[in-house]
């Protein structure tokens, strides 16, 4: 693992220099030392008459709430977002099921007019209701039994 260099950088913070080494780029640390002091001057600002030390801890308490806050949505969106995949996960499984059981059906259909054009019948497709809501599968067994095939046929000439 490529380990990365650190840099040495000085910020200032509320008055006092300090030189940190930070693997982050000077502007990013700067610009984090620029925000803990706008959090103490807020603090300083709503409680003048706090020392600068209680101010500093003032200031980090918040931040430190708003760090906590943070996280605990950030796990509810990976807890959503892990929930939103199993469910994509289970309703494709759904899906390609249905295509399966779909081509099957047609191939079942192919064969009975095949079947049926063999005994001298003539099949039209059947039309569809748009009422119909559920298909049940037929039992194997059952479908290769002429009398079921009914549905098929149309008057004899």
Same mark, same amino acid.
């Given at each position: 693992?490529?380990?990365?260099?650190?840099?040495?950088?000085?910020?200032?913070?509320?008055?006092?220099?300090?030189?940190?080494?930070?693997?982050?780029?000077? /502007?990013?640390?700067?610009?984090?030392? @620029?925000? *803990?002091? $706008?959090? +103490?001057?807020?603090? =300083?600002?709503?409680?003048?008459?706090?020392?600068?030390?209680?101010?500093?801890?003032?200031?980090?308490?918040?931040?430190?709430?708003?760090?906590?806050?943070?996280?605990?949505?950030?796990?509810?969106?990976?807890?959503?977002?892990?929930?939103?995949?199993?469910?994509?996960?289970?309703?494709?499984?759904?899906? /390609?099921?249905?295509?399966?059981?779909? @081509?099957? *059906?047609? $191939?079942? +259909?192919?064969?009975? =007019?095949?079947?049926?054009?063999?005994?001298?019948?003539?099949?039209?497709?059947?039309?569809?209701?748009?009422?119909?809501?559920?298909?049940?599968?037929?039992?194997?067994?059952?479908?290769?039994?002429?009398?079921?095939?009914?549905?098929?046929?149309?008057?004899?000439?």
């Amino acid at each position: 693992m490529e380990e990365k260099t650190k840099n040495r950088i000085k910020i200032d913070i509320a008055g006092t220099t300090f030189t940190v080494l930070s693997i982050e780029s000077e /502007d990013y640390t700067k610009a984090v030392a @620029e925000r *803990l002091n $706008r959090e +103490i001057d807020a603090v =300083r600002r709503a409680a003048p008459g706090l020392s600068l030390t209680s101010a500093v801890m003032l200031a980090s308490l918040n931040i430190c709430d708003g760090m906590t806050k943070a996280e605990e949505d950030s796990d509810k969106l990976r807890s959503q977002v892990k929930e939103y995949l199993n469910d994509a996960a289970r309703y494709r499984a759904e899906y /390609d099921a249905a295509l399966r059981e779909n @081509e099957k *059906l047609k $191939r079942d +259909i192919e064969t009975y =007019r095949k079947r049926l054009s063999e005994k001298g019948r003539t099949t039209e497709p059947a039309p569809v209701s748009p009422a119909v809501k559920t298909v049940r599968k037929s039992n194997s067994k059952e479908a290769e039994d002429e009398e079921n095939l009914s549905f098929f046929d149309t008057p004899k000439k």
